[in-house]
T-cell receptor
């Protein structure tokens, strides 16, 4: 079972560039979310989705867009990268909420 | 709003020592409580959970009991191993949306041989 797959694992961007972080799950989970993890700040929710066609903002949505055209995929788009977006990004999914999340292995993004 | 407070790390122990990582929370309603573990270079994994007061979650020798009277969910293990070295996160379900979690900041554990 693949679980939650994130690509790429590492990425370096220049300020102002855009890119998409990919997230795919093969467990038919309806709930998916994106977090960023920064030292001393724990996990912060960027965006989440409760099903195909439905997305909502988390704590720190500025500078990021998401879409959910299928149950399986939940890409995160950085519109114009800034050094403040240097972080490790995690995608997570869940079948019925209640905290039983499955996490991807993360994307380490550096913006220079 | 709801929140989770974990003891600050890093925690450094010798192999076979006893472990307690404190977690307290403030919440409206009756949240579910969780411990997640993050090994170096990996994503988080659910370690254990408890969904109501006095429930005990357990997994891989770790235990935590949902204490409503003290609003706590402390993680314990009787004898740690080097392979337990990781960051441990306490979390609870958001009162307004039980699909969302509120996270503690994490506690780093290093176990020396």
């Amino acid at each position: 079972n693949a679980g939650v797959t994130q690509t790429p694992k590492f990425q370096v961007l220049k300020t102002g560039q855009s890119m998409t972080l990919q997230c795919a799950q093969d467990m038919n989970h309806e709930y998916m979310s994106w977090y960023r993890q920064d030292p001393g700040m724990g996990l912060r929710l960027i965006h989440y989705s409760v099903g195909a066609g439905i997305t909502d903002q988390g704590e720190v949505p500025n500078g990021y867009n998401v879409s959910r055209s299928t149950t399986e995929d939940f890409p995160l788009r950085l519109l114009s990268a800034a050094p403040s977006q240097t972080s490790v990004y995690f995608c997570a999914s869940s079948s019925q909420g209640q905290g039983g999340y499955t996490f991807g292995s993360g994307t380490r993004l550096t913006v220079v | 709003g709801d929140s989770v407070t974990q003891m600050e790390g890093p925690v450094t122990l010798s192999e076979e020592a006893c472990l307690t990582i404190n977690c307290t929370y403030t919440a409206t309603g009756y949240p579910s409580l969780f411990w997640y573990v993050q090994y170096p270079g990996e994503g988080l994994q659910l370690l254990l959970k408890a969904t109501k007061a006095d429930d005990k979650g357990s997994n891989k020798g770790f235990e935590a009991t949902y204490r409503k009277e003290t609003t706590s969910f402390h993680l314990e293990k009787g004898s740690v191993q080097v392979s337990d070295s990781a960051v441990y996160f306490c979390a609870l379900t958001d009162a307004g949306n039980n699909r969302k979690l509120i996270w503690g900041l994490g506690t780093s554990l290093a176990v020396n041989p």
